[in-house]
């Protein structure tokens, strides 16, 4: 079994690439999808975030409200790292423990976070996805509904791509919205690596 570890920053089509990577019979580990279930009401991380951050960031049904939390973070980095300290080890834990369970070809780590959270030290090979900044920029507007200036803030405060890029066995440009041409890449990628599952 190999182990990928997939990331880009936002916009660059990352969920794309897993989206195909699934189709080819590879199991997707989305680290977005553990984080939320971690923090969910009775999730793993649930009482020490609410204790760190305190009740004003939950709903009245007692959920957390990722928008509050996400306004007290993005504009602390000691909160931000405090954050990431509770969230990042729990992640990690299930990643292992889903890999240990798996039993086909290739386990992708889909993951923003990817080298941030030291989940990278897991993975046999990390394929970074990229895209031009302008093609980022445009996607996230459209998809989120938010301003320029809102994206570059974002971007502000997201590992810089060449940095991902130097730890990367595999770059992925997805600058073109071309999904038939990205297709085609990932399967002769994960053929010439014997990842195909199919």
């Not at 509770?86 to 992708?108: F, G, L, M, N, Y």
Request: aromatic share 4%.
């Amino acid at each position: 079994m190999t182990v990928i570890g997939l990331t880009g920053n936002s916009g660059t089509g990352k969920s794309s690439v897993a989206k195909v990577m699934e189709k080819y019979g590879a199991l997707i580990l989305d680290c977005d999808k553990i984080a939320h279930e971690n923090m969910a009401v009775g999730g793993c991380a649930y009482d020490e975030i609410v204790s760190a951050f305190g009740k004003d960031i939950l709903n009245s049904d007692k959920t957390i409200n990722r928008k509050a939390l996400g306004n007290i973070v993005f504009n602390d980095s000691q909160k931000l790292s405090i954050l990431n300290k509770i969230t990042h080890s729990k992640i990690t834990q299930r990643v292992k423990d889903e890999i240990a369970k798996a039993s086909c070809k290739c386990v992708v780590i889909d993951a923003p976070l990817l080298i941030e959270a030291g989940l990278d030290a897991i993975a046999d090979k990390v394929w970074v996805v990229t895209a031009d900044t302008e093609v980022r920029i445009e996607r996230i507007m459209n998809r989120d509904g938010i301003s320029r200036q809102e994206v570059l803030s974002r971007f502000s405060k997201q590992t810089p791509a060449e940095v991902l890029e130097k730890k990367a066995d595999l770059i992925i440009d997805h600058s073109q919205n071309d999904f038939e041409k990205l297709e085609k890449e990932i399967y002769n990628y994960m053929k010439k690596e014997g990842l195909l599952n199919v």
